[in-house]
């Protein structure tokens, strides 16, 4: 069963900090990785798709890694701003025959970023 | 520019009552879903659709039923409501293919008392 895990759980840091969030997941079998936004009381934004073939993407200030080895993702966020405050979910699409786009969920990093 | 809609918004239910929580997308996706976010547990999936006529179920199907007879829509019934489905319940879709990128409603928050 592939599960997918996130830390920290949450993060306060100053405004223009160059930030870390991390996203590891168990069964390498995946189509591809997405990362999403949060934020409270919201419905979840998509940032970043990162095929399984692909090693990172870039959006802005947001670039994302994937090692599908390793079983490893990362979310880089540059010179943060208090308008990144949010929680920050990645999930998984699994590898499936007919099977839509059936996504697993981390549990989110809480970011929040302090001016 | 409205994406996935979901109705309603807020909606608080007793134990033991039925209602349906509505999903529509105006952007001719095939691929559909349901996921429950709770807090703990991330968001699971619940039902998903992979085109009209076709569903089937998730991770927690349990105590929900689906149907797609359209493209565009793709309604959630809860059938005798219980305390545990008390959850904030989001529908996706996703065009057809291995790399797509899903697309969110805003959520519905249901409360079952």
């Known amino acids: 069963k592939q599960e997918v895990t996130q830390i920290p759980a949450a993060l306060s840091v100053p405004e223009g900090e160059n930030l870390v969030l991390n996203c590891s997941f168990t069964d390498s079998a995946i189509y591809n990785l997405q990362w999403f936004r949060q934020d409270p009381g919201k419905g979840l934004t998509s940032l970043l798709l990162?095929?399984?073939?692909?090693r990172e993407q870039t959006s802005g200030r947001l670039n994302a890694s994937l090692d599908k080895s390793s079983g490893r993702s990362t979310l880089y966020i540059a010179a943060s701003q208090p308008g990144d405050s949010a929680t920050y979910l990645c999930?998984?699409?699994?590898?499936?025959?007919?099977?839509?786009?059936?996504?697993?969920f981390g549990g989110g990093t809480r970011l929040m970023v302090k001016p | 520019n409205a994406g996935v809609t979901q109705t309603p918004k807020f909606q608080v239910l007793k134990t033991g009552q039925s209602m349906t929580l509505q999903c529509a997308q105006d952007m001719n996706h095939e691929y559909m879903s349901w996921y429950r976010q709770d807090p703990g547990m991330g968001l699971r999936l619940i039902h998903y659709?992979?085109?009209?006529?076709?569903?089937d179920q998730g991770e927690v199907p349990n105590g929900y039923n689906v149907s797609r007879s359209t493209t565009e829509d793709f309604p959630l019934r809860l059938l005798s409501a219980a305390p545990s489905q008390t959850s904030v319940y989001f529908c996706a879709s996703s065009q057809q293919g291995i790399n797509t990128e899903a697309f969110f409603g805003q959520g519905t928050r249901l409360t079952v008392v």
């Open positions: 990162i095929q399984s073939s692909q």
């Open positions: 999930a998984v699409r699994r590898l499936r025959a007919n099977a839509g786009n059936m996504l697993t």
């Open positions: 659709s992979v085109g009209a006529g076709i569903t």
